[in-house]
């Protein structure tokens, strides 16, 4: 043994080097054999009995990449998949007006009028992401914005922080209904998903802040989910912004929720309101101290 490095080679071949070595071999015994190794059997490993490790692959292929990419802190966008960009809504009134007369017309402008006015949020959304990567990245650690990953609040989320050069990451999931990742998304940083809680646990993981749009059922069960495990102590507080006063309180009567003893009048505290990106993020700066000295490590950033 002439040359030192040999002294730290493997001892053994690598799982790749053995898939790769096993595929210029047939099968034994045919297409029915048991022979494959099992890490590149397919329908072994989407065997039901599987789920547990199928599982386990989802939480730990997210969070090993996220590790190399030294993504430490991220801000959470949640919000509508169908809340659209300000010149896409304009051009869907123009087309509505253009109908010929009749209830129809008047039910597409209804339609496209209220959706040029829930495309202030894609705009603020997209503007948020912006001043959270362009200005985190003067931090020792910079705050990466996470978003659904598909169109809608997620897209505009994912877009500001590409227009200002930052990464961004996206967290999608296999839906009935196709969903494609949006197009702003960081390719290295785009996961996709077969189980909702491990999707939601990623969301959380990491997060320092939660920004919450106007959005569905899925953006409802994203946001009650995170304040359920902050108001039971299962994680620690960090700040819960709600994009748009109007929207939530119209959406959500939490005052009754009070005054029924459903929840605690400190509960409400859980969470605030916000109306724009310049609002969020000084909110954000206030909670954590940004600006002040040694405020990067004292929040873990």
Known sequence: MNNPTELRERNFPTAGQDAQAASKSPLYGGPDSSYALAFTDTDFLLDPEMRPVRMQLELLKPELI????????????????RIQPADVARERLDEAEALPPGSAREQAIRAAKSQLGMSRFYEEARRFA????????????PIYVVTGGGPGIMEAGNRGAHEVGGKSIGLNIVLPHEQEPNPYITPKLCFQFHYFALRKMHFLMRSVALVCFPGGFGTLDELFETLTLIQTGKCRKRP?????????TKLINFDHLVETG??????VHLFRFVETADEAWTTLQQLYGLGQPGADSACGW
């Open 130 to 141: 912006s001043l959270v990567t362009e200005h985190s990245a003067r931090l020792a650690h």
């Open 240 to 248: 819960v912004l709600l994009f748009g006063r109007e929207f939530w």
């Open 66 to 81: 996220q590790r190399e990419e030294n993504i430490e802190s991220t801000i959470v966008v949640f919000g509508s998949a």
């Open 262 to 267: 459903m929840i605690s009048p400190e509960d």
